[in-house]
């Protein structure tokens, strides 16, 4: 989901493996058998952020080697860096690898093999997504597009923002200029609706519902309707580093990974046997 990648990117399923990253002990990255919670979970030393998943490999950029551009081939566990930039907010499409540098915060796109490497956008750019052969993107005089390949920029909003996430045609955000109130703008008719009593600490999506941690109720987390409205709270930690994979919802609190069911249930703590234990 689009939204995983605005969070960090740090848990992603690919093929029967599960990848999680460390954020509290800052031990390493884990890879952990969906189908064997008795087996022992594969340890790798990086700290993988903004994973992209590609058949057998996985784009990142690892934190402790000063966020560059790697490739791990899963099969053989071995990993390479492609590109010596320090690289954020990794975004795979097609036979590219599109993100922004973290010196000069202008955006990017490689050749997955590292080759072409080349600028797109030269203003300072905090967030950006990629819909329908478009680019959307944020920067300090509001909200932007172009073609994939950084042509034809239009604005299509003054506000500025940190985050972006997808969900149908509209962009979901939160306004710092308004509390950081969870806001919706639909790229077609470049109409604005705000959601009440909704300030977004992390945001993300299953493509039906927003999931948010609220700031206005210690960070626990919303499902928000964006069509017909209304939200309803569905867990009371305290929350960041939203993610959804499949039908699952998993977040941080405390530093810890928990996992939730969208389907009801409580919050279940991850451990790095690949086991989960039952929350208190």
């Given amino acids: 989901m689009n939204g995983n990648l605005q969070n960090g990117g740090l848990i992603l399923k690919a ?14 990255t884990y890879s952990l058998d969906r189908a064997n919670d008795q087996a022992v979970p594969i340890h790798y030393e990086g700290l993988f952020w903004f994973m992209n998943e590609a058949g057998n490999f996985l784009y990142y950029s690892d934190q402790l080697k000063g966020n560059v551009l790697c490739k791990l081939d899963i099969v053989k566990q071995s990993s390479e860096v492609l590109l010596d930039k320090p690289c954020y907010l990794l975004q795979r499409h097609e036979d590219w690898i599109y993100y922004i540098h973290e010196e000069d915060h202008r955006l990017y796109r490689c050749a997955t093999n590292s080759k072409r490497d080349m600028q797109l956008i030269d ?16 920067t300090p005089s509001g909200i932007k597009r172009s073609t994939e390949s950084g042509e034809d920029i239009e604005r299509i909003s003054e506000l500025a923002t940190s985050s972006l996430i997808r969900i149908g045609s509209k962009l979901c955000f939160p306004d710092p200029q308004n ?17 009440d009593n909704m300030d977004a600490l992390s945001i993300s999506t299953d493509g039906r519902y927003i999931y948010c941690a609220n700031r206005l109720n210690e ?62």
């Fill in 15 to 28: 093929g029967e493996s599960l990848f999680i990253t460390d954020i509290k002990n800052y031990s390493g």
């Fill in 179 to 195: 509390r950081h109130r969870l806001t919706l703008l639909d790229v077609e008719s470049h109409t604005l609706t705000m959601v």
């Fill in 123 to 138: 203003e300072h750019v905090e967030s950006f997504l990629l819909y329908e052969g478009q680019i959307y993107y944020a």
């Fill in 219 to 280: 960070g626990s987390i919303y499902r928000v309707d964006p069509v017909h409205g209304g939200s309803i709270r569905i867990c009371g930690e305290n929350a960041d580093f939203l993610h959804v994979l499949d039908n699952d919802l998993y977040f941080c609190s405390g530093r810890e990974w928990h996992r939730l069911s969208l389907l009801g249930g409580e919050a279940e703590t991850i451990t790095y046997t690949g086991r989960y234990s039952h929350e208190l």
